[in-house]
């Protein structure tokens, strides 16, 4: 496993649509666990593969709950249901907050990284953590839709 390089704030690659995996080999299975360590060594809640510079749509989340973490391949949202105010963050946009409209829940569907087509019904954080990743695959990321006047600096402690 290796930590990958972020793609940060400015970078055009952000705004790229990520492709479809056809095929779940070798190179998605390091990718996944390379995604995996990245999110965990900078302490975020979800990535998306096009943070580290990969179109493919994988996305991890870890809400560090006894779930530990999820991999979701080629995702889709099916369904939402109301709307609320959330505080959020993103590791491509290091230190900065804000709060954006986000679902309070939303029904998906995702093939896991061991191929089997998976359907959840997340609720809070985890609809939260999906709406965003899967608006990274899309070319969309959380600063193009933050509430105006809400977004904050806020330096990491040590
Ligand atoms: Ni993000």
Request: aromatic share 4%; net charge negative; charged share 35%.
């Amino acid at each position: 496993m290796a930590i990958r390089n972020l793609r940060l704030e400015g970078d055009e690659i952000l705004k790229k649509k990520s492709r479809e995996v056809e095929t779940i080999d070798e190179k998605i299975q390091i990718l996944i666990d390379d995604m995996i360590e990245t999110m965990h060594k900078y302490n975020g809640v979800g990535l998306a593969a096009v943070q580290v510079g990969v179109l493919k749509r994988v996305i991890v989340i870890d809400l560090y709950d006894d779930k530990g973490p999820i991999v979701m391949i080629n995702p889709i949202i099916i369904k939402t249901k109301g709307e609320h105010e959330m505080d959020e963050g993103c590791l491509s946009f290091p230190n900065q907050f804000a709060k954006v409209m986000r679902p309070e829940e939303v029904v998906a569907e995702y093939t896991d990284r061991n191929g089997k087509r998976m359907r959840v019904k997340a609720k809070e954080l985890l609809a939260q953590a999906i709406s965003h990743e899967v608006d990274h695959l899309n070319g969309e990321v959380f600063m193009d839709k933050i509430i105006p006047g809400t977004l904050e600096y806020i330096e990491p402690e040590e």
